[in-house]
């Protein structure tokens, strides 16, 4: 198993860390051409924007006609889109491309991880997700450090053309690749771990609710904790923050992902549920020190991560595989919307009660151990 997803792993793993240096580098890229701080944000807006309404019709292509073609598509769009970027001399034709880019952000990241689903047995597919996640996770640590020094040393037509490069390889991995043939499972599979299981009828729409409540508090975080940190006076403590949230999310990953197999996954959801909205309420009342930041931190990013192995678990132990890919395509859904959602929701509150206001912190943390304790309490009917 691990011989034949290896190539897929590692293709995720280029293209996790393509996605997170142009998200990172596109903003300072548009200024250096002149453009405004405005535009640097729209770019990326627009970009996930795209990547949302090109799931509907990605997510249905995967399950009718594979996903390897579906991957296929995407990563070559990545190649496309790291060529033409550095070229780009007005704002119009940068936006253009990055609608190109798109069609990777949205066709890839479901697509593949519903190949791990299929490829997986049914008893280890949590396990597997969650090796998937701890890959493609390992790419944020690497990717935007690595790409900063190529900027600063080559310029960046060079970072983004050896990005292009790196798509080239994953597109070539993909394409390589042997595939498992679907199994017609039954949407029931007769083993211990699927007892107390959501019902079918319910539990893509649990999944992608606790995913974006989840996601709101991931996009708060990640848009205005910084400032929410400096506010507080300790600005040496910002990249602590996110450095532990980043370091809690590769370890709940494959841990998560082996508690899923052996544990009701809707439980396990609302469980990091609650541990990510503790870690944003300690985050609210307790910026200014290092040591509730340090455990903040972690908790913030092992209840994030796990929530997400766990709602893909959920998915993929009770949707059939003929429809995993829509599914998938979903979820991945919830959190563009989440994060987007809470940097423009978040943003109309700060600018009215002040960088240093705690208020919306304490709010996003009652609201995600709320659906946490929702899902933890199992009030929904077995599967029958």
């Known amino acids: 198993m691990g011989r034949q997803l290896a190539p897929l792993f590692f293709a995720a793993f280029l293209a996790y860390g393509y996605n997170n240096i142009f998200m990172t580098l596109t903003p300072s890229f548009v200024v250096a051409a002149g453009g405004t701080l405005a ?50 001399a007005e704002f119009w034709q940068m936006l253009l491309v990055r609608c190109v880019q798109a069609v990777g952000l949205a066709s890839f990241w479901s697509s593949a991880t519903a190949t791990v689903s299929e490829a997986a047995p049914p008893q280890a597919r949590g396990r597997w997700l969650g090796l998937y996640r701890l890959t493609t996770s390992a790419s944020l640590l690497l990717g935007p450090l690595v790409a900063f020094g190529l900027v600063k040393a080559a310029g960046f037509a060079a970072c983004f053309w050896m990005l292009a490069g790196c798509s080239a ?65 300790m600005t040496e403590n910002e990249g602590w923050c996110f450095t532990l949230i980043g370091l809690g999310g590769l370890a709940a990953n494959p841990v ?61 132990r009770q949707v059939a595989e003929g429809r995993q890919a829509t599914a998938l395509a979903l979820q991945q859904n919830a959190i563009d919307v989440g994060i987007a959602s809470a940097s423009a929701l978040y943003g109309a509150v700060f600018s009215v009660f002040g960088a240093a206001a705690a208020e919306p912190f304490v709010c996003q943390a009652c609201l995600i151990a709320l659906v946490g304790l929702l899902l933890a309490k199992r009030w929904a009917s077995p599967a029958r």
């Open 39 to 88: 535009e640097a944000g729209l770019q990326n807006s627009v970009y996930l924007a795209a990547a949302v309404l090109l799931r509907f019709a990605f997510g249905p292509a995967a399950d009718r006609w594979g996903t390897k073609p579906v991957m296929l598509v995407g990563l070559a769009s990545f190649v496309l889109g790291g060529i033409l970027f550095p070229l780009c």
């Open 169 to 233: 390889v994953a597109l070539t991995c993909v394409g390589a690749m042997r595939l498992p043939r679907r199994r017609r499972e039954r949407l029931r599979v007769k083993s211990p771990c699927v007892e107390g299981s959501l019902s079918l009828s319910g539990v893509v729409g649990m999944a992608v609710t606790g995913t974006f409540v989840a996601a709101m508090g991931y996009g708060l975080l990640f848009s205005f904790g910084g400032t929410f940190i400096s506010a507080a006076g």
């Open 256 to 316: 998560a992902g082996i508690l899923c197999d052996r544990r009701d996954a809707r439980r396990l959801f609302g469980v990091h549920g609650l541990l990510m909205g503790m870690g944003v309420a300690l985050f609210a009342v307790a910026a200014s020190s290092l040591p509730a930041l340090v455990v903040s931190g972690l908790c913030i990013g092992y209840g994030y991560a796990g929530a997400m192995v766990c709602a893909q678990a959920m998915i993929a």
